[in-house]
């Protein structure tokens, strides 16, 4: 099993679960639900649950069930919600009934909340309670952290927290949800966790460093050596907890994904 997507039919399937999920195209007034799921192609929260499933379930006696594809979906409908409320949280006059872009945008949010849960539902193993009570987790802390940034009065978003408290968060769930369901008790998950978190800030802050077209919104006013410092750090956190996870377990497929994010350096002039 150690390959980010175990097979194209898995990929396939968690696609198909996702259409299946999403409404129709042409001129739904939920439109952007389908549109803020299908624009992040990379499916990188699904690759990061199905690249612990595959570790995990690499050792003698471990759970391979196949509930891979509506949990995979699951937390690609979770993401697609937290897009769109950051989205309507940082719009600077707030949301107006006359305003139709940020109400088609609530609309959408609550219909990927609901898809999200339903898609975790579908599950069929043993784990799903465990499941359920880390998705939930997942999305406290989220909104938790939207409240924090968003809805208090503050001088200034802390991004470090932010990053943390949103792509950090929502990378956790998966990779201890992937693990979980293949039989991974307390201690293994909680490695899990500190991957998925390690990896999911690492990878939003390099994507945000690298973007032109907007995409580092809300880090534009946050200094890159900070933001450099950050990544590393939790790159740092995730290498770490590869090499804590229990001797036999597969970590090539958790390593080619933590491939994918390019150790960001910080000069000697913006170090501490």
């Not at 009065?153 to 408290?165: E, K, L, N």
């Not at 929502?170 to 201690?187: N, S």
């Amino acid at each position: 099993m150690g390959e980010e997507w175990p097979s194209a039919e898995r990929r396939e399937a968690i696609d198909d679960r996702l259409e299946a999920a999403l409404p129709p195209a042409g001129g739904s007034p939920l439109a952007p639900a389908r549109e803020v799921v299908l624009q992040a192609e990379d499916r990188r929260y699904g690759r990061l649950l199905v690249a612990s499933y595959g570790s995990y379930g690499s050792l003698p006696g471990a759970r391979v069930p196949e509930p891979i594809p509506s949990a995979a979906a699951a937390v690609e409908l979770l993401r697609g919600y937290c897009r769109l409320r950051e989205r309507l949280l940082s719009r600077v006059d707030g949301v107006s009934p006359s305003d139709r872009a940020p109400m088609a945008d609530l609309l959408a949010a609550d219909y990927l909340y609901t898809a999200a849960y339903s898609s975790l539902v579908g599950v069929d193993d043993d784990g799903l309670t465990v499941c359920m009570g880390v998705f939930t987790d997942a999305l406290s802390t989220i909104v938790e952290t939207f409240d924090a940034a968003y809805a208090r009065p503050s001088p200034a978003i802390d991004h470090v927290a932010y990053v943390d408290g949103t792509a950090g968060a929502l990378g956790r769930g998966a990779a201890v949800i992937g693990a979980t369901l293949t039989g991974a008790d307390d201690a293994p998950r909680s490695r899990f966790a500190d991957y998925g978190r390690g990896f999911a800030t690492a990878y939003r802050i390099r994507l945000a460093l690298a973007s032109d077209d907007g995409t580092a919104y809300p880090f534009a006013d946050t200094p890159d050596d900070r933001l450099h410092r950050h990544a590393i750090g939790r790159f740092g956190d995730a290498e770490e907890a590869l090499e804590r996870l229990p001797v036999g377990v597969d970590t090539d497929p958790l390593r080619t994904l933590l491939g994918s994010v390019t150790p960001i350096r910080v000069s000697n002039d913006s170090a501490d």
